[in-house]
């Protein structure tokens, strides 16, 4: 066929000089690829009618996008504009730049990681945290996995394997993904012995269900819900204290955890970890990566011989931290030290103490520019009153006032079109839509700049 001829062959491409940049560029396999799977799609549509010369002309291009979109990461930076501070789907926590410059530092070199440079012997990666958590928290003992799920299934399986763990009915909390607390203790290999009811438990619902069995009281925060009416639980010094009288350990799982009162940022008081171990809880888990403001992690806080036992169990290995995160943490940690600059330091907290008067002078001040960018798509924006979550399960019914830009445009299905225009951008942009609107709530957008170099120029 006469139009297939105005093709390249496979090596007139790669020799020209297009194909030579892409190779320099790609490397010959990547390209050889595109470049086959390009020609074999131009056949097939000279073949069905198409003209040959400008198919063969357009050929280079194509090649270019195509490898160009195969290289591309699919973890692409994007703006956080949905008013949920720590959200799972997008990260969740920004870190400090102490923490980043200390990541980039382990990626970059060699580390004492389990190296005793004093002895010249085997050291524990553990260390390295060990007495900054404990120091923190007021615990004996410290331990670090990847994940606070990881932190409780270890935890249950090292004190629980074969026997039984009392949790209230009221607890028996699923988080994100589907991943229920139920089927965590299965998996840890211990007996669920549930007490009391969704609403409502008592000190002798625990004490009742205590026998030969039992491994531990598991007490877990519930952080992702919350139960509200005719409810009653038992406090974390009360249940501590039944499971001394029992001599069985309390298993205290925090969740999100925190480091530091949120009550002096302006949000409703939690638990922190110091008071959870002042309580009289054997063992506390909470994470890394949610109101600590670190890297994904679990930590596990409590009595020296019980971490000691942690730490011998078998799983330790498979769910253990790697040197990056461990020196991310360590950077992150250390901020908690000087208080004063906490907020200042640690994006997370400066993200949540930001204050709706600032933020709604930003949406003010950016409605303008922002409207005259999408005016030419259909699309319109205004300043708006909103409110932003923490996310990641802390205080799920609890809101910040915030504010931000409200986008609309022509039709019932205009939200959808916008969220979909903003997330096919270079830089995704990504809102939450409400009321018939796409709302970008302007909390975690610390630069003017970062949204208006993710627009298409005017």
């Known amino acids: ?4 001829r105005a093709l390249p062959s496979v090596d007139q491409f790669l020799l020209s000089e297009p194909g030579r940049a892409l190779i320099a560029q790609h490397g010959r396999t990547e390209v050889l690829a595109a470049l086959r799977a390009r020609l074999d ?6 073949r069905a009618g198409e003209a040959g010369d400008g198919l063969a002309a357009g ?56 190296f005793d440079l004093e002895s010249g012997g085997r050291g524990q990666r553990d260390d390295h945290l060990r007495g900054l958590l404990c120091e923190l928290t007021g615990a004996e003992d410290a331990t670090i996995v990847n994940n606070n799920a990881a932190a409780v299934l ?59 069995d039992t491994g531990l009281i598991l007490k877990v925060h519930t952080s992702n819900y ?15 204290a039944i499971a001394r009288s029992a001599g069985v350990p309390l298993l205290n799982d925090l969740g999100s955890g925190s480091l530091a009162d949120l009550s002096a940022f302006g949000l409703r008081r939690e638990p922190t970890v110091a008071e959870a171990v002042a309580e009289g809880a054997e063992l506390v888990s909470f994470s890394g990566d949610k109101l600590l403001g670190g890297p994904q992690a679990g930590f596990l806080v409590g009595r020296r011989d019980l971490i000691a036992a942690i730490n011998r169990n078998p799983l330790k290995r498979a769910v253990r ?7 991310a943490l360590e ?13 200042e330091r640690l994006p997370t907290l400066r993200l949540l103490a930001r204050q709706q008067a600032e933020i709604a002078a930003q949406a003010a001040r950016l409605a303008p520019e922002v409207h005259r960018r999408l005016a030419p ?3 319109a924006a205004e300043p708006c009153a909103c409110a932003s979550q923490i996310g990641s399960g802390a205080l799920p019914v609890d809101t910040i006032p915030s504010a931000g830009l409200r986008l609309t445009g022509h039709g019932g299905n205009a939200p959808d079109r916008i969220a979909a225009w903003l997330r096919a951008l270079p830089r995704p942009i990504v809102g939450h839509i409400r009321d018939g609107a796409l709302i970008l709530d302007m909390r975690c957008l610390e630069r003017d700049a970062d949204l208006l170099d993710a627009l298409p120029a005017p």
């Not at 066929?1 to 297939?4: R, T």
């Not at 799609?41 to 000279?46: D, H, K, N, Q």
């Not at 089927?183 to 009391?196: F, K, Y």
């Open 59 to 114: 050929l280079a291009g194509q090649v270019a996008a195509d490898l160009a979109a195969r290289a591309h990461s699919r973890l692409r930076p994007i703006l956080n504009l949905t008013g949920t501070v720590l959200h799972t789907n997008l990260g969740r926590a920004i870190l400090a730049e102490a923490a980043i410059e200390a990541a980039t530092a382990a990626m970059a070199a060699p580390l004492a990681l389990e």
């Open 331 to 343: 950077a992150t940690l250390r901020l908690y030290r000087d208080p004063d600059r906490l907020a």
């Open 1 to 4: 066929m006469k139009a297939l």
């Open 41 to 46: 799609e131009t056949r097939r549509a000279i």
């Open 154 to 212: 270890i935890a249950l399986n090292t004190l629980g394997a074969g026997r039984e763990a009392i949790v209230s009915r009221g607890e028996l909390i699923e988080i994100g993904g589907a991943f229920r607390m139920p089927d965590i203790m299965t998996r840890a290999g211990v007996r669920l012995v549930e007490v009391g009811t969704t609403n409502r438990t008592h000190p002798h619902d625990y004490e009742a269900a205590l026998g030969p």
């Open 377 to 379: 798509f259909s699309f």
């Open 321 to 327: 931290l790697d040197k990056i995160r461990i020196a």
């Open 226 to 240: 919350r139960i509200e009416g005719f409810t009653a639980e038992v406090p974390a010094p009360r249940l501590a």
